[in-house]
Nanobody, 124 residues
Framework: QAQLVESGGSLVQAGGSLRLSCADA????????MGWFRQAPGKEREFVAA????????YYADSVKGRFTIYRTNTKNTVYQQMNNLKPEDTAVYYC?????????????????WGQGTQVTVSS
């Protein structure tokens, strides 16, 4: 099974950039679709972005379109999320997830494995 490990979270000023990484330490397969979700204090976990197993299709929440980019390496064992023009409302714990599904990536229920999360804090 996938063993997802996120990294790259940090404190950054508004307008700054960060790149999150998610590695599959289990290296069991490369055909998972991958997604990023986030959860701010007192709020429900929400979809941020997803990429299908071969990297040909990407999906974004409206709130991050044009600012965040999700991509994966050729080996497909690592997925990244480049986050530009960060805003204070982007502050949250960001979770990486892996899915055996082929659709519905905006729904957390479609994912089979989750990482532990990495904190992103954007100061104003």
């Amino acid at each position: 099974q996938a063993q997802l490990v996120e990294s790259g979270g940090s404190l950054v000023q508004a307008g700054g950039s960060l790149r999150l990484s998610c590695a599959d330490a289990g290296r069991t397969r490369t055909t998972y679709a991958m997604g990023w979700f986030r959860q701010a204090p007192g709020k429900e976990r929400e979809f941020v972005a997803a990429i299908n197993w071969h990297g040909g299709s990407t999906y974004y929440a409206d709130s991050v379109k044009g600012r965040f980019t999700i991509y994966r390496t050729n080996t497909k064992n690592t997925v990244y999320q480049q986050m530009n023009n960060l805003k204070p409302e982007d502050t949250a714990v960001y979770y990486c997830a892996a899915s055996n599904s082929y659709s519905g990536y905006e729904r957390a229920s479609r994912y089979d494995y989750w990482g532990q999360g990495t904190q992103v804090t954007v100061s104003s």
